[in-house]
């Protein structure tokens, strides 16, 4: 559990660099700050993916919250304008806590209110929950929430247009349904609250200032079809907004409570194999637990990264195991390996799968390597040999197969040494890969140091892998190969001035640079 208190859940610039993050296996999101202002154009309350896990779209941007109790009218929400925040809402945090959801208590004049945040796992479904703590019997509240729209590529922003459609598309009871913009989903809002007030109109000028500091524009304007209004006393203390593009039947808070309920029991189900003892590390798994997806192809996979990071060979290859074996999933480890292996190409994996409908990209070297560590990590932790040598084995073996002739990239073993060579002046097929027009930022073709420490790596595995499956004659090729690599390796790559490891061999030249 992660608990902040009222001395940095009110302090504006504490809280709004503090942020939060829900997710459903699905590359969706539902992601803000403490203070409850949005300092990204990543952040919203329903961040969909219409290809899952790509395609996402701010859908809910935030939510305007106000609450009255008497003659008294509070603002509960936080905006960034120019040179002002409006309103200050967070002045009213007492305490935020991560517990496993995203959850603010909120104290107005005397009143407690506490909200709750969460994603429902496999569904593009946000809950959004209500809960007045301490009314006495002979008091009530009203609290009108107001849904800020987007409907746009998460990449983007948006301004006043006379393209959106001011009307719903249909208002039932405990309903709400909304397209703001032609070719893109209804959205469905499903609440209990005692009516929806219509006043469509836009909000103008919000700032976003992580978007500013990375030199980004960073304002955007967002609508509002009108409020929803919520009466909660002592006998009625529950509200809530259930924002979906899934076709549901009218929620009853029971069913509220039950999707707070499941979702409760599958994260506990995550962290089942750590000691209850350990917070952090559950917190860790639980974390984890955000990169794992399912893909519309009915694969998985991992995303590398949140806000704005897709699939990512490398990423997935690397971090694979610590997301699934070891809290005792090694079920999608193997979906996973195997949705990889089916996109095996030329001996490569792919190093990132673009958003829409672009081809992937095979443009690394280390991704394909990683997968033979990953593969050893998976056989130990479950013995599953049949998995292993009927699917990962024979596309292992291709593998080393155009890497030793040859490959995209001029990626091919050197018959004088037995070490690894890719790329040429140009390309950047490691980690380091920043390239700014023609410009390579860090060039490192040729020999780096770490992918011909993979490189010896696969070697070894598949000669363990052929002792294990009785291959007695290619046993003894990657032996032989792994033995000549090693003794080079070592010769090579060991600079005796610094004593340490150069970190790329082109020819005579040696780099003698340490990477991080």
Known sequence: MIILDEAICRNYSDSSRREWLETNGL??????????????????LLVASLQPPVQRFVLISKLEETILVGDQRRELSSNQYRFVVHPQGHRFIKQFRLDPFPRWTYEVDGISLQKSIFMVHGENTTVIRYELLNLTPHQFAVLAVRPLVAFRD?????????????????????????????????????????????NPD?????????????????CEDLFAYGYLSYELSSKKRLAYLVATLKEKPSLSPNEVDEMESR???????????????????????????????????GGS???????????????TMVSLPGLTLVTGRSELTRRILSSFLNFCDQGMLPNRFPEGHGQPEFNSVDPTLWLFHVVREYLDATQDVAFVREEAFPKMHEIIHYHRHGTRFNIHMDETDGLLFAGSKGDQLTWMDVKIGDWVV????????EINALWYNALRVMEELCRRFEKTKEEAQYRQIADRVQQNFNQIFWNAADQCLFDCIDGDQQDRKIRP
């Open 263 to 297: 979702e409760r029991v599958r994260r506990q189900k995550v962290v089942a194999g750590i000691s209850p003892t350990d917070e952090f590390a559950q917190q860790l798994a639980l974390s984890g637990d955000s990169f794992l997806v399912n893909r519309s192809d």
């Open 442 to 449: 860090t060039p490192r073709h040729g020999k780096p140091v």
């Open 27 to 44: 590359g969706s999101f539902a992601s803000g700050t403490v203070s409850g202002a949005n300092t990204r154009r990543y952040h919203g």
């Open 202 to 218: 836009w909000y103008r000028r919000f700032e976003y200032l992580e978007e500013l500091d990375r030199g980004l524009d960073y």
């Open 154 to 198: 998460y990449h983007s922003l948006t301004s006043e247009n006379s393209s959106i459609r001011h009307r719903l598309e249909a208002e039932e009871p405990g309903l709400l349904r909304i397209c703001p913009y032609e070719g893109l989903p209804e959205l469905q809002l499903h609440h209990n609250g005692i009516g929806f007030t219509v």
């Open 301 to 315: 996979s991992v995303i590398a990264g949140y806000h704005w990071f897709g699939e990512w060979g490398r990423d």
